[in-house]
């Protein structure tokens, strides 16, 4: 049940828009967002749930598509300290399951 | 809230020696995870709790780990015989139910030699 996520890496100039993909096979109840700095704990982006609206804040934004079982990340006119590896985590609809993490989608961002 | 806490923060230890880390959660949060993560992996789902009831260990996990989480607070994760396999960064996150933002502590590195 873990999440795929793409792509894997992906470089930008200061400025510049990225969107980070995360989908999965199962029913999702929620997805959540999460940005890693070296030698750093995950730090919590933002949460979507099942039937909930579309979250953002400044320049970061995600989407749920729940037919689709899918959620974009939209990171807009980048800046230095988006660097960093996004992780998307999943909660599957049925009962109480496990948040399960993909493997990553390493950012980085050059001036 | 003082946020979730690990220690120690870092373990070396040599192969086959047991080792135990702990995790204290932020204090109104009754759901707590596991999770190991390797260098460019993501985190790697160990085991979780809701309150004191562990409801899931993951397939991949040995019979040398163990985890508890007596009277919902805080929680301990052992290793026996431990593998030079078994280095990594080992982290808890907490969050108050399923659903809900989960935040990670700063995690035990682990270095088995």
């Known amino acids: 049940q873990q999440p795929v996520q793409s792509p894997q890496a992906v470089i930008l100039r200061e400025g510049e828009d990225a969107v980070i993909n995360c989908s999965s096979s199962?029913?999702?109840?929620?997805v959540h967002w999460y940005r890693q700095k070296h030698g750093e704990a995950p730090v919590f982006l933002m949460i979507?749930?099942?039937?909930?609206e579309q979250k953002g804040h400044e320049k970061i934004s995600a989407s749920f598509n729940e037919k689709k079982q899918q959620s974009s990340l939209y990171l807009t006119a980048s800046q230095l300290s988006y660097s960093g590896t996004y992780f998307c985590g999943t909660e599957i609809v049925t009962g109480n399951t496990p948040l399960v993490f993909g493997k990553g989608t390493r950012l980085s961002v050059i001036a | 809230d003082t946020g979730v806490s690990q220690n120690p923060r870092h373990k070396i230890t040599k192969r086959g020696q047991n080792v135990t880390f702990r995790c204290d959660p932020i204090?109104?949060?009754?759901?707590l995870y596991w999770y190991r993560q390797t260098l460019g992996q993501g985190p790697e789902f160990l085991t979780y709790f809701q309150n004191e009831a562990q409801l899931e260990k993951s397939r991949l996990l040995s019979d040398r780990f163990s985890a508890e989480r007596p009277k919902g607070s805080f929680s301990t994760l052992e290793i026996q015989r431990t593998e030079q396999g078994d280095s990594a960064m080992y982290l808890c996150a907490s969050s108050r139910t399923g659903g809900t933002e989960a935040f990670f502590g700063q995690g035990t590195r682990l270095t088995v030699v």
């Open positions: 199962k029913a999702l109840y929620s």
């Open positions: 204090s109104e949060h009754n759901r």
């Open positions: 979507l749930l099942k039937g909930g």
